[in-house]
Every structure is written in C-alpha cells, then in structure tokens.
C-alpha cells in the first residue's frame, strides 16, 4: 500500500506537467480563434454617419412629418422611433467622433415630438417638427456641415404608401 502511494505521488508531478501543457495548447487555440475574430471584426462594415443619416434619419423624419399631418398618430410614433434608432446607431457605431457627442442636441426635440404624438396635438407636433428639423441644421453647422439643410417636407416622395 505504501507502494502504490509512494508510486502516485511520483506520478503526480508528471500528470500535473502534462495537463498544463494541454492547457497551454488549448490557451494558444483559444488566442488564435480570439485574433481570427477581432480581425473579421475590425474589416466588418460600419457604416458611415452619412449613410445612417441618408438611409435612416432623412427618410423617416419625411415620413413622420406626414404622418403627424395626417393624425396618423401611431405610423408617428413609429416614425419617431425609427429616426430616434438612427440618431442611437452614429452614437454606438461613431463613438470616437463629434458626431456621437453632437448628436445629443436632437433628443430634447425628439422628446417634445413624442409628447405632442401622445397628446395627438397637431399644432404642437407641427411646432415640434419645425424645432427639430432646426435642430438638425443647428447640429450640422457645429460640425461643419452646414452645407446640409434639412428642411419641413413640401412633398411626399413615398407616394406608395398611405399616410
């Protein structure tokens, strides 16, 4: 009996040595497969604060601006939601730039237009859209891109679908 302790006591450095080698092996694979993801992250696509606003903010705020005129309050309150998605999108995807930090200035406004959907008040959601369509040009100019004038829409370019 002695024996056979004595015998697995001096086996047991060996197992332990084995074993970390195969934690040293499977640590390695482990970085290997972490290095492989961060690269397929970092060349993923992100796309541009420019793209966000052309395909996400600048068609849904025409939309919401005729769907308050016609007191289709609930395709709003959809509307809201979905410039309010783009406005959240050039924060998490642009956080190192101005543009992330400048964008903060729309959700008072953003704000005032949901309280005026929720109040189905017509005049007020009118006031409110005017404030924010400002508000966008007063962002653009802080970050130079004053050049880029939103304004109230006067045409319905989504003619095939109803408001």
């Not at 450095?13 to 694979?29: K, L, N, R, W």
């Not at 959240?88 to 956080?95: G, I, S």
């Not at 006031?127 to 962002?139: A, E, G, M, P, Y």
């Amino acid at each position: 009996m002695k024996r056979l302790i004595f015998l697995l006591l001096l086996a047991l450095p060996f197992s332990i040595m084995v074993g970390c080698q195969q934690s040293g092996s499977e640590t390695a694979d482990l970085k290997a497969r972490i290095d492989s993801l961060q690269n397929r992250l970092n060349s993923s696509y992100t796309p541009g604060t420019g793209a966000l606003m052309n395909t996400i903010v600048q068609p849904h705020h025409i939309k919401l601006w005729f769907a308050g005129q016609n007191k289709n309050w609930a395709l709003a309150e959809y509307e809201r939601q979905e410039v309010m998605g783009g406005f959240e999108k050039v924060q998490k995807y642009h956080k190192n730039k101005p543009e992330a930090t400048a964008v903060a200035m729309i959700f008072p406004a953003m704000d005032a237009i949901e309280k005026s959907i929720q109040a189905k008040d017509e005049k007020a959601f009118k006031n409110n859209f005017v404030l924010l369509t400002n508000t966008c040009n007063t962002c653009h100019q802080a970050l130079k891109f004053g050049f880029n004038v939103i304004k109230v829409p006067t045409k319905n370019s989504f003619d095939d679908q109803s408001f």
